[in-house]
């Protein structure tokens, strides 16, 4: 029984090997596009961030402070 798990085990390893070197030469030879990166929008000295600038102006400024905010919607809530 010990001898026929190990077959297959083997047998399955052997045949994972092949399949699992064609992905990592498919992954080298694409290229990750990156998306353009257009100018923040500034307002008086403010950048004005959103969900699509965010992740850029936190890559291109060493330090941020930010102010989250959200607009109220209906009746105000006491």
Sequence with gaps: MRELL????LAVAWLCGPAATDQTEHNANTR???PKSSPIKE?????VLNKS???QALRKY?????NFH???SGSPRA
Excluded: I
């Design 43 to 47: 307002e008086k000295g403010v950048l």
């Design 53 to 55: 600038n965010f992740d």
């Design 70 to 72: 959200a607009p109220l």
């Design 62 to 66: 060493k330090q941020l402070l930010v």
């Design 6 to 9: 190990l077959l297959s085990l």
């Design 32 to 34: 990750v596009k990156k």
